[in-house]
């Protein structure tokens, strides 16, 4: 059974400061790793994706990856009230492109 | 502007009924894909298709049907025999390439009175 395994949360954080999400894997060959971002009530939305070990950077939002470890995170920099969703974390264990395995998602909240 | 449409976005049944859920894409995406959200959990993979006129079954695909007679859309039929079909209905599609990147729609909500 491939699982995908997130902390529920809340996750809180005071305005500006960092926000670090934690993802753990099952399978040692995922091959792809994605962050999504959902309001409430709404769909998710891709935040970052990753493939490689190592530190991927987007504005405020970098991507971590340890493959050895099965673990990928998440960190928001400056972090915002608008920030303030759950976060999915989805790995794509190399079967049919788009086939992802979701976690449960953290909710962050970010208080101003 | 290019996306995927759901309809509709609020749906209500009553048990024993079939209800069917619309989802196009004008995305040009060979895959599509339907899955369904419980409160406080993850999305679950119930049917997805590569190609048109072909579909596999996802994690949770008992009491859903759907089809792919065009490219563009891929219905999906909650039957009566789905036992909890309350649930935030979410389609999306992807490209197939290197990124794997999914394309949302924005939902449908189904309410079993």
């Known amino acids: 059974q491939k699982e995908v395994e997130q902390n529920s949360g809340p996750l809180s954080v005071p305005e500006g400061a960092i926000a670090s999400l934690n993802c753990t894997y099952s399978?040692?060959?995922?091959?792809?790793f994605f962050w999504y971002r959902q309001y409430s009530g709404k769909s998710p939305e891709l935040i970052m994706f990753?493939?490689?070990?190592g530190d991927k950077e987007d504005g405020r939002f970098t991507a971590q990856l340890n493959k050895a470890s099965q673990y990928v995170s998440l960190l928001i920099r400056d972090s915002q009230p608008s920030d303030s969703a759950t976060y999915l974390c989805?790995?794509?264990?190399?079967?049919?492109?788009?086939?992802?395995?979701f976690g449960k998602g953290t909710k962050l909240s970010v208080k101003p | 502007d290019g996306g995927i449409t759901q309809s509709p976005k609020y749906l209500f049944r009553k048990e024993g009924q079939n209800v069917t859920l619309s989802c196009e894409q004008n995305?040009?995406?060979?895959?599509m894909y339907w899955y369904r959200q419980d409160p406080g959990q993850g999305l679950r993979l119930i049917y997805y298709?590569?190609?048109?006129?072909?579909?596999q079954k996802g994690d949770i695909a008992e009491g859903y049907s759907v089809s792919r007679e065009k490219k563009e859309s891929f219905p999906l039929t909650v039957t009566s025999a789905q036992k909890n079909p309350t649930a935030f209905y979410l389609c999306?599609?992807?490209?197939?390439?290197?990124?794997?990147?999914?394309?949302f729609g924005e939902g449908s909500r189904l309410t079993v009175l």
């Open positions: 999306a599609s992807t490209t197939g390439g290197n990124t794997g990147e999914l394309f």
């Open positions: 399978d040692r060959g995922s091959q792809s």
């Open positions: 990753i493939y490689s070990n």
């Open positions: 989805a790995v794509n264990y190399g079967g049919s492109q788009g086939n992802l395995i």
């Open positions: 995305l040009n995406h060979d895959a």
């Open positions: 298709s590569q190609i048109v006129n072909d579909f």
